[in-house]
Structure formats: structure tokens, C-alpha cells
């Protein structure tokens, strides 16, 4: 019932796009757009490239976008996640502080694929690495779920402390001294490479609610 509820809500959130063309993926942007392709065969049998972009700082309000290209020219958009109609099923899109977290197109009958991230886009570079290079590839992903691991060890205990000093909480629950103890650098630090393990891991869509976004992320 809830699934079948923030279904008909994203479709309610796609609007028709305005054709304009597909904007050039420049240098510059790695960090603050995403884009993504998917290859398919429309009803006539003719070849369609869907686009996915989504500009991750978002509009002046924050706002994050996904806009959708049939061949490329603008075919619809909506506010993520969202649920993008293409041939055959919908292509899902959902973000995270730190990039996408989903881009996949799902078929009528539930199965599903990744899109293609543009090879100038920082996906498409992490992608060739992980082509080029499977050896590097596995170790850096194992580094990042590794900060992220004890990211979330060393800062739980303290995030805890710090909640159980607040008045109405040590007075109904109790107080808590946490075993670990980070002079502040330290704390700012390991934030900081949790953040960009978590970077690391949004450009292959890898996503835990834990370890991408237990301590260092608020909700979307």
C-alpha cells in the first residue's frame, strides 16, 4: 500500500519537458552533475538513447532535479527520487548528500538494470577504473567501506554521550560515558574522510543507510 502510495506520488512530481537539448557534459562539473544514458528499442523498432542528468547542488531553493532526454532533446523532469517514464518501465532516480544513489531502469516486469554514466561524467571515470583497472578498483572500495566502518564505530559512542547529557533524557533514561574519547581534530577529520568515502562509493551508486548516511548525512 505505501510503495503503491509513493508511486502514484512520484508520478504526480513528473512534469513534460520543453525539448531543449541535452546540455554538453563539461569539465568542470564532475562534482555537481550526474548524467546517465540508457540504450533501448522503441515501439516502432527504432533505436531511443535516454538520458538521465541531474544537477546534484540542486536549483536556488536546493531543489534536486532529475531531467529526462528522449535522443536529445527534453522530454520530462521531476523533483528526485523520482520514477521517469521511458519505453517498456521507468527509470528511478534517488540521490544522497554525497551524489546518486540510484539510477536504474526497471522493466514492466520488475527486472532491472543500471544506467550507463556518461564517460566524461565522475562516474564514467570511476566506471573505466573499475574496467581498467579491477585490482585498484576492489582495494580503493574496500578503503572506503573500511573509513566508513570505523567512522561509524568511533562515532557512535560519543553521538550517544553527547545525546544522554541532554537534561529531559539523563533524567527518563540515564547518562552514558562513552569508552572513546577523539580530541576534536581527530573528529573533524575522520568526518571528513567519511565524507569523501561516501563521495567514493556514490560514484559506483553504492548506498547503505548506515554507512553513507547514519552519522554524517541528515534525512532528504
Known sequence: MLSDWNRRRRARRVKPGDGHPLPRFRWWQPLSRALFHLSLT??????ETWSVDVRLWGDDNGDVFAELY?????????????????????????????GLRRCHYVT?????RQLVPDPASAEGRRARLE?????????????TWTVLAVALVLGIPQI???????????????TFTS???LPGWLNIGLG????????????RLRYHWLLDGGLFEGDE
Open 192 to 203: 571528513v574522510a567519511a565524507a569523501v568515502a561516501s563521495t567514493e562509493r556514490a560514484l
Open 160 to 174: 550517544v554521550e553527547q545525546i544522554t547529557q541532554i537534561p529531559p533524557v539523563a533524567e527518563n533514561v540515564g
Open 42 to 47: 522503441g515501439a516502432d523498432g527504432e533505436p
Open 179 to 181: 569508552p572513546v574519547h
Open 108 to 112: 514492466e516486469s520488475g527486472q532491472e
Open 131 to 143: 574496467r581498467d583497472r579491477p585490482g585498484l578498483s576492489r582495494a580503493i572500495g574496500a578503503l
Open 70 to 98: 528522449r535522443n536529445g532533446a527534453h522530454h520530462a523532469r521531476s523533483k528526485v527520487p523520482a520514477e521517469l517514464p521511458v519505453t517498456g518501465g521507468t527509470v528511478q532516480v534517488a540521490t544522497s548528500s554525497y
